[in-house]
């Protein structure tokens, strides 16, 4: 029977079904997403078991779920604050010594 497991050096220590990198969150992801659990076990070669052992983990572990989604939103945050979107984003050194034309530029409404 499958086992949900967690250990460090594995997807961060997320909750996964044993053997696989494959995360409980995923397997949720997927079925409210739209997906059914059969089209999972075909996609992810897993077993129908190990698809509703994944499922069961995450309805009776709400609070660790619901903080490992907050984790994430707050990771994913972190990241869009640090993203460069455009030159503006830049270190002065690296930012182009022209601003580029625009989509609505002409050369002929350049000149």
Same mark, same amino acid.
Request: hydrophobic content about 30%; overall charge negative.
């Given at each position: ?33 739209? +997906? ?32 490992? +989604? ?24 690296? +930012? ?16």
């Amino acid at each position: 029977m499958a086992e949900i497991v967690s250990t460090p050096e594995v997807l961060g220590g997320k909750p996964r079904i044993e053997g696989r990198r494959i995360s409980v969150l995923h397997v949720v992801d997927q079925v409210q997403s739209g +997906r059914t659990p059969e089209e999972i076990t075909t996609q992810f070669d897993l077993t129908l078991g190990e698809v509703h052992t994944a499922l069961a983990y995450y309805h009776e572990h709400p609070e660790e779920m619901r903080e490992l +989604r907050e984790e994430i939103a707050e990771r994913v945050r972190e990241h869009r604050e640090k993203a460069i979107t455009g030159p503006e984003d830049l270190p002065a050194d690296l +930012r182009p010594d022209e601003e580029p034309l625009s989509s609505h530029d002409t050369p002929e409404s350049v000149w």
